[in-house]
């Protein structure tokens, strides 16, 4: 597993995975894949709300596509863009969702243009669509998660289906909260809930913080794990790289740099702020002894980011390694980036038990 401190990180490091052509879960919160997923749910779900918008048909077909979901995978030669033309061009989604005659998608489309290719192409789109309606009754946490396994571990071409571990965890997670948002708002039906659920697929807002052992994920022998250290609580594997070790995310004192502090006003604003909310409504800032607000905060900063450092050091089970720029690049100027001083600690800690 790579356990980073921050998704911003994650991403970058995802983008050099990417390039690698890795075999590795993503597991980072607002990332591209959750987009992703998150787009097809919405998509498919719009169907199931809407199901005589050929629109919507379209946005289905080019959500799975983007998963690289069988149902929707076309040859990388122009049949995807004929075939999203076709979709937009339905005059009767009805007969291509839910076909009497045997030749009823065929009549959905415009006459005398799909070839035999696509036409075959289109009906199996069609099919996985067409069982997807026995799934419109249930509830709409219940209906995402079972969305999710028809999405996500599907049987292809054999008895054992194929299953995306890291996906379905991601699926899951959005019925988790498709459920939380219903139970906020009764009277939402599907259509109000797959609505809100763009939000997350065009990355306007995030999913609510969670572990992937929340959701069922389980790291799969031969592939890479990409989170945070956060997340990657009740998680292990056997090796795990803890990257961006530095002071930078682990600051040795309070004297060293925070993200935060105003040299014009002084201290950190939003400490400051919030130690005066607490003591407006609960009669306590909150401060450490002796301490200021923004000095409170700073140390609430270092004892959490101690207590994720020690998650990320108890998910390995056999190899552990430890990196860090010596270097970090802001405002077009390269700076030293300080080791962090708790590595010091471990190091001579180690040293003892030789």
């Known amino acids: 597993a790579i356990l ?12 050099i995975l990417d390039e690698l052509d890795a075999n590795y879960d993503n597991l980072l919160r607002g990332g591209g894949r959750e987009r992703e997923i998150a787009a097809a749910m919405h998509a498919v779900l719009n ?3 809407e199901p005589t918008s050929a629109k919507s048909l379209a946005a289905a077909h080019a959500s799975l596509n983007a ?12 049949t995807y863009q004929k075939l999203q033309t076709l979709l937009k061009s339905i005059h009767k989604p009805e007969l291509f969702l839910f076909p009497w005659e045997e030749d009823d998608v065929y009549r959905a489309l415009p006459a005398n243009i799909a070839s035999e290719k696509e036409l075959a192409l289109l ?23 079972a969305l999710g396994d028809e999405l996500f571990a599907y049987n292809l071409n054999s008895d054992t289906p194929t299953i995306h571990e890291a996906d379905l965890a991601i699926a899951y997670h959005i019925a988790t909260t ?45 592939r890479i794990t990409l989170t945070t250290q956060h997340k990657a609580k009740g998680l292990e594997w056997d090796t795990v790289f803890l990257v961006g070790i530095d002071g930078g995310w682990i600051p040795g004192s309070l004297d060293a740099y925070f993200m935060g502090v105003s040299d014009i006003i002084g201290g950190d604003p ?35 980011r101690l207590r994720l450092l020690y998650v990320g050091i108890t998910r390995a089970k056999r190899h552990l390694y430890f ?32």
């Not at 010596?326 to 080791?339: F, I, L, N």
């Open 4 to 15: 980073v401190p921050t998704n911003n990180m994650g991403y970058a490091i995802a983008d």
């Open 47 to 49: 169907v199931l709300a």
């Open 67 to 78: 998963l690289g979901h069988p149902a929707a995978l076309v040859p990388d030669d122009g």
């Open 123 to 145: 009906e199996k789109f069609a099919g996985f669509m067409q069982q997807l309606f026995r799934l419109r009754p249930l509830p709409i946490d219940d209906l995402a998660l």
């Open 178 to 222: 498709l459920r939380q948002w219903r139970d906020i708002h009764p009277d939402w039906r599907l259509p109000d809930l797959a609505a809100e659920l763009d939000g997350i697929a065009t990355g306007r807002r995030t999913l609510p913080s969670g572990t992937p052992d929340d959701y069922g994920y389980e790291p799969q022998p031969g």
């Open 270 to 304: 939003t400490a400051e702020v919030m130690a005066q909310l607490r003591y407006v409504m609960f009669g306590d800032a909150g401060l450490y002894p002796g301490r200021t607000a923004t000095e409170s905060a700073h140390i609430d900063i270092i004892s959490e």
């Open 323 to 354: 990196t860090r720029s010596r270097a970090t690049r802001t405002y077009a100027k390269d700076r030293e980036a300080k080791s962090a001083t708790v590595m010091g600690v471990i190091f001579k800690y180690l040293q003892a038990q030789q």
